[in-house]
């Protein structure tokens, strides 16, 4: 039976089209993916099923939950359905819950609000709702900060369910989670809407997310969708070019030559521990945190160099290491045969003459008082000889060509650039020096899918290019796959993995990238399965 | 185009722009007073005195026959020149320490900035009490007791901005391109924290002539017989009964100005708080 309709449903606001004629269809109990990059218009479907648009938005068409009419209800009986029928859990469980609040208290709410319970039995049915999240052994009087981040998205999910809701709308609720939680929260969701018979409504920008959990998949653009199917034959069946492009963007593989005769590493780092004590103004701290745990690497000219690890693995702070930005507390940085003392100046700066990074966030890595061409150069004359204006703005135009940005660029400020060409930016102003070793911090992972693909093929081509060697910081083990020949895997500050890294994705030995692999999403093998079920 | 310059409609910031008309207004006046009042507002003229609005005295005069009008008018650039020289002292000072502090970290910058706190906590009225007794009374010992008063108050709002500045990428990216730290805080930090030092120096210049007009009443700030606001309120005091006028008319001054300040520090942090202004995609 069906269970929400959108018919027609057009918003707009202030004269922009938010959405413009989406049709969708969910029956009882099943599970809906709804994929789109940022500003198709995804999440404005998901706010206008709860009557949640911004203020001034107009919008026609109906939407029908369960027979009724949501765009002709008042807004006091919207309150009664927004949580008792309609479920909604947000992407970042930090900002969704209260901080001042218990956890327990925050679940009871839903139970007092919607079921008239008292306290005390609200508390009674919310110590039930944590068991079904998995958090039997969280005690309801923990505070939001006292939880991670894979804990709080099973409370928000506990909010979510609570009232048992007929119909549970997930907007990206595990893009912020590492990839071991986003797999146990994938199959909590799972779980919970198949043992409860409620249809989910996922949101994703990850098609590998989706197509591992949905029954149904529709693609959105601009406010649309473009493409609707079973899973089970989407695949082999999409029709609309864009859908087609977001599927291959997201199995993309650049075209690169892999390393195959490696010649002698040119950047060795030995034993190199970095710690992290708690301030105190009398004593050191007797057990400091070992963030970065006695790693040794080396890396050879020209070779791709994948670092994986989930967040408070450390090799963030290893990556801050190597390129001299924080203090080692043991071990030596050599670079073409010369130990190097980041804590002196000379050294440093020799280093960073050869070592460059490229920064996650597009957004924050250029300063928005100074436009690209000011940001690109400001190496020059600190780590190069001076070099004349003229000369400044021949590099920064060259340089701008080969990352695929009009000369023009120079004179622009970062936010006059979207997410993409500011990382293209980015990388360009890494080569300003002509660096041995670029560290990429997940230099994808904030773009979009499509975007995404071109930025590694971008690298691709660079790297053939300059002869750079690259060191990949990811979470992403498709990403490793496509663009690294050898891969170590970081865990609590240790190294416990490394080797090539087909055969370590195919055969993990370490426990730990066993976990990683199992948890990982991986949309080609997925399909291929798929398809031969057909 | 930068940030500071990015166009946005004026009708949103309505308190921007009654703020700043308000300001120009005050500026003007005092400006003019300098060369030009309709009256000597110095020159007593004891048959002139307490005498109602006239043609020749459009406020009336005071008790010495003194005209209002012009005594207003010299009062503002009194006013003004107190405070605009007060905030600027406690930018030269303030600013640079909470550059300092952030950038640097540490316990000597621990220091600094607790030095700061202990200056915070000594009202400028007690500092005004004590630089009379050691120079005796004057204008620039109002200038220099309010400037003190607004190191702390620099130091702060640069201290902390900085702070969360110097955590973002591009600052990083800065330190990779061999920049040293002095070098980051002029040509980064410090442009990013301008527009809230411009704020705050618009509320702090308001503080600055409550404070003036303050001082000035109590007899710590500009001595006779150059017209003040505040002392114009305490010649008053007396004669309330007999011509509210006379507390009126530099009472509102203060009002005004002060007013027009605070409208245009609020229109101005709508404008260019960066935390308030939506991120660009």
Request: charged fraction near 20%.
């Amino acid at each position: 039976m069906t269970l929400l309709v959108l018919d027609d449903l057009v918003a707009t606001l202030d004269g922009a089209a938010l959405l413009r004629g989406v049709n969708l269809r969910v029956a009882q109990g099943e599970i809906v993916g709804l994929v789109g990059e940022s500003g198709s218009g995804k999440s404005m479907t998901a706010l206008a099923i709860m009557q949640l648009l911004p203020e001034r938005t107009a919008s026609t068409g109906q939407i029908l939950f369960g027979g009724r009419d949501l765009t002709q209800t008042a807004e006091a009986a919207m309150c009664a359905i927004r949580g008792r029928d309609i479920g909604l859990i947000f992407q970042e469980p930090m900002t969704a819950l209260n901080p001042l609040k218990t956890v327990g208290d925050q679940i009871a709410e839903s139970f007092m609000l919607h079921e008239g319970l008292a306290y005390a039995e609200a508390l009674d049915k919310t110590r039930a709702a944590m068991d079904r999240v998995g958090l039997a052994d969280i005690p309801a009087t923990r505070y939001p900060h006292e939880l991670s981040g894979g804990q709080r998205q099973r409370i928000v999910i506990a909010m979510a369910i609570a009232c048992r809701p007929k119909l549970i709308i997930a907007d990206e609720p595990t893009s912020a989670l590492d990839v071991t939680t986003q797999a146990q929260i994938l199959d909590l969701l799972r779980s919970i809407t198949r043992e409860s018979g409620a249809a989910l409504l996922l949101i994703s920008h990850d098609l590998a997310v989706v197509a591992s959990m949905a029954d149904r998949i529709a693609v959105m653009k601009d406010g649309r969708i473009v493409e609707e199917g079973a899973t089970r034959s989407f695949f082999g069946a999409m029709r609309d070019p864009y859908a087609h492009a977001l599927y291959e963007a997201s199995v993309h593989r650049p075209a690169r030559q892999p390393m195959m005769n490696k010649t002698a590493p040119f950047f060795v780092a030995e034993n190199c521990t970095r710690l992290y004590r708690k301030p105190s103004l009398f004593r050191a701290d007797p057990q400091p945190l070992r963030a970065v745990d006695h790693v040794s690497l080396a890396l050879s000219p020209g070779e791709s160099v994948g670092l994986v690890g989930e967040s408070g693995s450390g090799k963030s702070t290893l990556a801050r290491a190597l390129l001299g930005l924080d203090p080692l507390d043991q071990g030596t940085l050599t670079l073409d045969g010369v130990v190097l003392d980041p804590a002196r100046k000379q050294d440093r700066l020799r280093l960073r003459r050869k070592v460059q990074l490229v920064f996650q966030d597009p957004y924050s890595s250029f300063d928005p008082r100074r436009t690209i061409g000011w940001s690109m150069t400001e190496a020059l004359g600190h780590l190069t000889e001076p070099v004349s204006e003229s000369d400044k703005a021949r590099r920064v135009a060259a340089l701008l060509e080969q990352v695929g940005l009009a000369p023009d660029f120079a004179g622009r400020f970062p936010h006059e650039m979207s997410g993409g060409q500011r990382q293209r930016a980015a990388i360009a102003r890494a080569l300003m020096t002509d660096p041995e070793l670029i560290v990429l911090d997940e230099p994808v992972s904030a773009l979009d899918v499509s975007i995404r693909a071109r930025i590694l093929d971008l690298l691709a081509d660079l790297q053939a290019q300059h002869s750079v060697t690259y060191l990949f910081i990811t979470h992403d083990l498709t990403l490793l796959r496509a663009v690294t020949d050898r891969t170590l895997v970081m865990q609590k500050g240790k190294i416990v993995e490394e080797g090539p890294t087909a055969r370590l994705l195919d055969e993990p030995q370490h426990p730990y990238t066993q976990a990683l692999v199992a948890a990982s999403p991986d949309l080609p093998a997925h399909v291929a399965g798929l398809q031969s079920d057909v | 185009m930068s940030a500071l310059t990015r166009p946005s409609s004026s009708a949103a910031h309505p308190s921007l722009w009654f703020g700043a008309a308000m300001t120009a207004i005050v500026v003007l006046i005092a400006l003019v007073s300098l060369v030009w009042t309709p009256q000597d507002p110095t020159a007593m003229e004891m048959t002139q005195r307490l005498q109602g609005p006239s043609a020749l005295h459009w406020l009336g005069t005071d008790r010495f026959g003194r005209d209002v009008l012009s005594m207003a008018m010299a009062g503002a650039a009194i006013s003004l020149q107190v405070s605009f020289v007060a905030i600027a002292f406690g930018m030269a000072l303030g600013v640079p320490l909470g550059l300092f502090a952030a950038m640097r970290g540490g316990v000597l910058d621990e220091a600094a900035m607790r030095m700061s706190d202990l200056i915070f906590a000594f009202p400028a009225l007690l500092t005004a009490i004590m630089l009379r007794e050691l120079f005796g009374p004057g204008a620039l010992n109002a200038m220099i007791a309010i400037g003190i008063f607004n190191v702390p108050v620099f130091a702060r709002v640069t201290y902390g901005a900085a702070l969360s500045l110097r955590t973002r990428d591009f600052v990083t990216a800065s330190r990779l391109a061999g920049k040293s730290e002095t070098l980051i805080a002029l040509d980064h930090i410090l442009p990013n924290v301008l527009p809230l030092l411009i704020v705050q120096a618009t509320i702090q210049l308001s503080l600055g002539i409550l404070a003036e007009a303050a001082l000035s009443y109590m007899g710590l700030g500009v001595q006779p017989p150059a017209p003040s606001w505040g002392r114009m309120l305490n010649d008053a005091q007396t004669l309330m009964a007999v011509a509210p006028r006379l507390a009126l008319v530099p009472g509102l001054c203060i009002v005004f100005t002060v007013l027009g300040l605070n409208l245009l520090g609020d229109g101005l942090r709508d404008k260019l708080d960066p935390r308030l202004r939506r991120r660009q995609a």
